[in-house]
């Protein structure tokens, strides 16, 4: 690849403590942390726009002139999308917000229309599952922080359309846990870091379980989750549990919420 002269972002290794905090910032994924420091990987995945500049609370980070890779927008996208197909609605917004062009396909994934017929019959008659809900209210802005059903308990964080698409959710991720339902899409978000900071620093629960969908806008509820354990001051087990919207199970991983 032909080198150019162009803006690139630049890592003082002295300053740099390895917080991690401008990893986020990159919604094209040039950054990684390396031996605990922030490491450009590749120069052709920096646009050299600086999104990532605001969060460095080191002043370790800054954009120079350089002859450098020429920025790959096209490897960007595909790279984003075969790893982390919901940073490309982030990505499309950070180029937008600065009037630039962008090769990502506009309009949310999440509200992309779909249909399907299959459907998986069984013999017989269908056994009736009984409710495994053990409390009320469930919705986030309602649930009080103090709620005694809390208390110690395993937490599931849930998307508010999780349980319309996974046919066993009531046995798989309700049952035995304590729940608490958000669409970080579409609900007034803000009181949401405070409410769920207040649960877990008041309860002080075993564990915690984000489940939400495939789509992009869903990501946005387990980054919420991590901020709260952080701001807590506890030491909670996430998982984070991703299912599709044809009902079937992806992935879980675990995150260390105070290593991010």
Same mark, same amino acid.
Not at 76 to 94: F, Y
């Given at each position: 690849?032909?080198?150019?002269?162009?803006?690139?972002?630049?890592?003082?290794?002295?300053?740099?403590?390895?917080?991690?905090?401008?990893?986020?910032?990159?919604?094209?994924?040039?950054?990684?942390?390396?031996?605990?420091?922030?490491?450009?990987?590749?120069?052709?995945?920096?646009?050299?726009?600086?999104?990532?500049?605001?969060?460095?609370?080191?002043?370790?980070?800054?954009?120079?002139?350089?002859?450098?890779?020429?920025?790959?927008?096209?490897?960007? $996208?595909? @790279?984003?999308?075969?790893? #982390?197909? +919901?940073?490309?609605?982030?990505? &499309?917004?950070?180029?937008?917000?600065?009037?630039?062009?962008?090769?990502?396909?506009?309009?949310?994934?999440?509200?992309?229309?779909?249909?399907?017929?299959?459907?998986?019959?069984?013999?017989?008659?269908?056994?009736?599952?009984?409710?495994?809900?053990?409390?009320?209210?469930?919705?986030?802005?309602?649930?009080?922080?103090?709620?005694?059903?809390?208390?110690?308990?395993?937490?599931?964080?849930?998307?508010?359309?999780?349980?319309?698409?996974?046919?066993?959710?009531?046995?798989?991720?309700?049952?035995?846990?304590?729940?608490?339902?958000?669409?970080?899409?579409?609900?007034?978000?803000?009181?949401?870091?405070?409410?769920?900071?207040?649960? $877990?620093? @008041?309860?002080?629960?075993? #564990?915690? +379980?984000?489940?939400?969908?495939? &789509?992009?806008?869903?990501?946005?509820?387990?980054?919420?989750?991590?901020?709260?354990?952080?701001?807590?001051?506890?030491?909670?087990?996430?998982?984070?549990?991703?299912?599709?919207?044809?009902?079937?199970?992806?992935?879980?991983?675990?995150?260390?919420?105070?290593?991010?």
């Amino acid at each position: 690849m032909p080198k150019v002269k162009r803006q690139m972002i630049v890592i003082d290794e002295d300053k740099c403590n390895g917080c991690g905090l401008c990893i986020p910032g990159c919604p094209e994924g040039a950054l990684q942390i390396i031996n605990d420091k922030a490491v450009l990987v590749k120069e052709s995945y920096c646009d050299g726009l600086g999104a990532c500049l605001g969060e460095c609370p080191e002043d370790a980070l800054s954009i120079e002139e350089k002859l450098v890779d020429d920025y790959d927008e096209q490897t960007v $996208i595909e @790279t984003l999308r075969k790893k #982390s197909p +919901e940073l490309v609605d982030k990505h &499309v917004e950070h180029m937008r917000k600065h009037n630039m062009k962008t090769v990502a396909p506009s309009g949310c994934p999440s509200a992309q229309m779909m249909a399907w017929n299959e459907t998986n019959q069984t013999q017989g008659t269908a056994v009736r599952q009984e409710s495994q809900l053990r409390q009320w209210p469930i919705q986030l802005h309602l649930v009080p922080p103090a709620a005694p059903y809390f208390k110690n308990a395993d937490i599931a964080v849930m998307a508010t359309c999780a349980p319309f698409s996974y046919a066993n959710f009531h046995q798989d991720y309700i049952k035995d846990k304590a729940i608490a339902v958000a669409c970080p899409k579409l609900d007034n978000t803000e009181p949401y870091l405070d409410k769920l900071t207040q649960i $877990i620093a @008041t309860a002080k629960p075993r #564990s915690i +379980e984000v489940i939400v969908l495939e &789509v992009p806008c869903c990501t946005g509820l387990v980054y919420l989750v991590m901020q709260a354990i952080k701001d807590s001051g506890q030491d909670v087990p996430l998982i984070a549990t991703r299912l599709s919207v044809k009902g079937e199970f992806l992935d879980k991983q675990e995150i260390d919420a105070q290593a991010v």
